[in-house]
């Protein structure tokens, strides 16, 4: 299915009351507009007064005008306190929330001591997020050791969300352990609208779901932010991608972006915001839209993001209780290419190795044979992502032909998979249909083997292998063996794959 790219239009509707705009002002409501002054000459003096009432000028009349801006636009101008902000300038953006895990978490802290002493407080102990999860099962002594400085320099700061583990052996026994960072941040109402959030991992644009600007921060400009709560970003163009028409039932969200970046290519967004709208990704749940969000920087997104709705709202509603204030972007606001998409015409996708826009039709790689398949990781590692799989495994009756391995991206993602029924099962949660399929039990919640780690890590490639993988990259040596050869697909093509030992369409049993 091919896409039509074609120049911006205006048809997005703003709420000018959200954003705080005045239809007749070209100033923000925070600056309200000046009377129009004349002079009046009287006893030598020059006073201001009043003029009367008069019709609004044309523009080339009335000196500068605020033109419309899109969402991430929008959003950096009120982190920045500017009125306007256009592409490619830069500016001091205010950070709502940093997140930093144990790969990256020891290098940012280590710079921040660096730069403001061993003895300086971050700035703000309520908006650092800290998160161990991609070495964390493991033997592998350097490894753990993150872990320690991460809880050793949280104890220290007193930071408040800090979700350590301890008991390596039983995940269970630690409550404040949740597993994968992006995953963890949405569940435990992190993510909010109209705000900042940057973190030390290039995934960190999932957030952006939440109609949010996020994108991921080396361990550099992490050790600013610690120190200052700012940082100094360029403000991106964005791209727009208008997905309409009924999302077919053997598609998902994972799909959707394998068509985007096939067709923009890898290179496609260097440096540009991703904007998603229309009527499928309205459809989409919260989930599916992180998934959506989740890969733009394989197409070399700053951010992606999805406009704010009832879908948001119902999601955050027993996940936050701070206020948050959502932006739009105007009709008039500018983008540098809009992409239109008829989705009800596409076919299940996968990505070829050894790139993420090596993009193919599902049936069209049906002679390839594989050696396992993994579910997981913050790409398809989501309650959703196991209810698609277990979908195809119960409507096929059938057991799996290759290693099947399941990693839940958190701990509240593995517990839905142990006691959520799946629809149209007769009461069997994911995990039986998972056991009478001759899956792998469903491992500890984290990273898990996708981006390798060390060599005990759970299903990692140790060997050069085929695999078909819900994850987001496909490069030599993710998931471990720099010969192995990944597959990306959706929790459908995945599942369905595993039955047949090929990669596989998954119309064949859905």
Known sequence: MASSAVA?????LVDKKILGFSASCAQPSSFPCSPQLSTK????KVVSVMTPQQSERKSSATGAVKTGMTMTEKILARASEKSQLVPGENAWVNVDILMTHDVCGPGSIGIFKKEFGQNAKVWDREKLVIIPDHYIFTTDERANRNVDILRDFCNEQNIKYFYDIKDLGNFKANPDYKGVCHVALA???HCRPGEVLLGTDSHTCTAGAFGQFATGIGNTDAGFVLGTGKLLLKVPPTLRFVMD???PDYLLAKDLILQIIGEISVAGATYKAMEFVGSTVESLTMEERMTLCNMVVEAGGKNGVVPADSTTYKYLEDKTSLPFEPVFSDGGARFLKEY???ISKLEPLVAKPHSPDNRA????????????????????GKTEDFMAAAKVFLASGKKVKVPTFLVPATQKVWMDVYSLPVPGSGGKTCSQIFEEAGCDTP?????????GGPRDTYARMNEAQVCVSTTNRNFPGRMGHKEGQIYLA???????????????????FI
């Open 8 to 12: 911006p239009t205006s048809s997005f």
């Open 41 to 44: 000459r009287a006893s030598k």
């Open 187 to 189: 569940q435990e109402g």
């Open 245 to 247: 028409g009924e999302m």
């Open 340 to 342: 239109r998409f008829d």
């Open 361 to 380: 039709l599902a049936r069209e790689c049906k002679d390839v044979k594989i050696d396992r398949v993994y579910i997981g990781s913050c790409t398809g």
């Open 443 to 451: 491992a500890s919640p984290s990273c898990g083997a996708c981006l």
């Open 490 to 508: 959706s929790p459908y093509t995945a599942a369905a794959s595993a039955l047949t030992g090929f990669v596989t369409d998954p119309r064949e």
